[in-house]
């Protein structure tokens, strides 16, 4: 396509100005623009030549490209959900922020400067689910060649690992902080969820002993209950949609097969008792599904929970509870992973932080150790100078308990205990030139 250029100086600055005829409608269109010198109006020109060359106004803002590529970012995304949330995102927060900026103005520096005025109104799943949307977007102007790299890529993840959690330690951030300590305080809301009605109380302790969300315990069916094999399948979700909630598959679009803890065994055999296979295991007051909202407002939760001494549990709380206990009971990892349905197995290690009395517990190990008798102790073991036998140790991950084999000789060692809990029993037989873990890990 042949580009016409001119440039006239005016008393404010240069009028560039480029005159083409367009190849589709035959008409003679024309774009100016005031720039300050003429190295601005090169710039101008070489910009409507590049656009003409990849077929697309490189000049175009934020707010343009998106109305030009319509849903295209949200292609794979499940629309009653995460394309929802993801859409919500873009309109409410990308556009008022950046929608005016040219794409190729937009820089890593000016997203994260961004993601900082964010971080002081906003949350970091809601941050999070702000910047999805924008690296989409802007994958879509690296596919169409209107930029080089997409700037915003790991820009959530950078928000989310240093900044969202700036004000909490370590241990505050973990999933454990957000859990239940124990089974009586458990029993202790869902009495009192249950003085609204009896389904708020079979809500609780539904999410929390079958470590599921809200959205999963709402869309469990009679026939999901096994008992036969003391299991629960986790098939689908009830999710708030576009005109109401929405009946779909899990996330992962994968069933979880969580087991049937016994606290969990009366609620569930009264809640099937009398019921056919499809009907829903779980029935709100009125006839409905129950949703956290729901259950927020009908049991005014956050007055319980603050009488408990649990003053920011949420209802997804109740999740990592359930996560939280099956992995200090020193269930594996690989089937706690399947057990919650994660993706990844990162996640999964999130609840299995050594907690104090483990730390201490080391702590006394060591001390002893440490101290004349232990020296003293651990010299008699070592026998003659330069005939120290090789070790080997064997670990239970759920006692933390070390076991040390001489490779040399099959004898067996003590066991070091680092933790209180039942005593393992010590690996037997001849253990030379192996090492392996005991049972457990």
């Known amino acids: 396509m042949k580009l016409s250029t001119d440039m006239e100086r005016r008393s404010y600055g240069i009028r560039a100005r480029a005159r083409w005829t367009d190849p589709t409608t035959k008409r003679r269109v024309t774009r100016s623009e005031i ?3 003429e190295a601005a109006a090169h710039e101008f020109f070489d910009q409507l030549r590049d656009s003409s060359t990849k077929g697309i106004d490189v000049s175009m803002t934020l707010l343009e490209f998106v109305t030009s ?34 794409v190729t103005q937009i820089t890593a520096g000016i997203i994260d400067r961004t993601i900082d005025e964010w971080e002081q109104r906003h949350g970091a799943s809601t941050i999070k689910n702000t910047i999805a949307p924008l690296v989409r977007v802007l994958d879509e102007a690296v596919r169409d ?49 249950g003085k609204a009605h009896q389904s708020y109380s079979d809500f609780v302790m539904l999410a929390a002993l079958l470590a599921a969300r809200s959205s999963k ?18 098939r689908r979700q009830v999710f708030p949609g576009e005109g109401g909630l929405v009946t779909k598959p899990t996330k992962s679009r994968k069933e979880r097969r969580v087991p049937i803890l016994e606290p969990l065994r009366p609620v569930l055999e009264r809640l099937t008792e009398g019921k056919q296979p499809d009907d ?8 409905g599904y129950l949703t956290t909202a729901t259950v ?20 997804h709380g109740l999740r990592h509870t359930g996560a939280t206990w099956m992995a200090d009971a020193g269930v594996p990892l690989h089937v706690l992973q ?24 080391a702590a006394e190990q060591a001390d002893a150790f440490l101290s004349a008798a232990g020296q003293r102790k651990q010299a008699r073991r070592s026998g003659p100078p330069g005939k120290a036998p090789v070790m080997c140790a064997h670990v239970r991950a759920s006692s933390l308990a070390v076991f040390l084999v001489p490779l040399s000789t099959g004898k067996r060692a003590e066991t070091v205990r680092l933790s209180t809990g039942d005593r393992p029993t010590p690996p037997q037989g001849d253990q030379t030139g192996t090492t392996e873990n005991a049972p457990g890990t």
């Open 145 to 193: 060649g209107l930029i080089q790299i997409n700037p915003a890529k790991n820009r959530a993840k950078r928000s989310l690992s240093r900044n969202a959690f700036r004000g909490q330690s370590a241990e505050q951030s973990s999933p454990r902080a957000h859990a239940i300590p124990e089974m009586k305080t458990l029993d202790r809301l869902a009495r009192a969820c």
């Open 296 to 315: 927020r407002d009908a049991t005014n939760w956050d007055s319980i929970v603050a009488k408990l001494g649990l003053p920011d549990l949420p209802r």
């Open 35 to 37: 720039v300050r010198d």
């Open 338 to 361: 399947d057990i919650f349905g994660h993706a990844s197995m990162e996640t999964t290690s999130g609840y299995l932080d050594t907690d104090a009395r483990h730390l201490a517990s």
């Open 217 to 234: 315990v709402s869309g469990l069916q009679v026939g999901d209950v096994d008992f036969a094999k003391n299991l629960v399948v986790i």
């Open 69 to 102: 590529i319509g849903d295209k970012w949200a292609r794979g995304l499940d629309p009653t959900s995460t394309g929802e949330t993801y859409g919500y995102g873009l309109k409410l927060r990308v556009l008022p922020a950046l929608g005016h900026l040219r």
């Open 280 to 287: 829903r295991l779980l029935v709100g007051p009125t006839g």
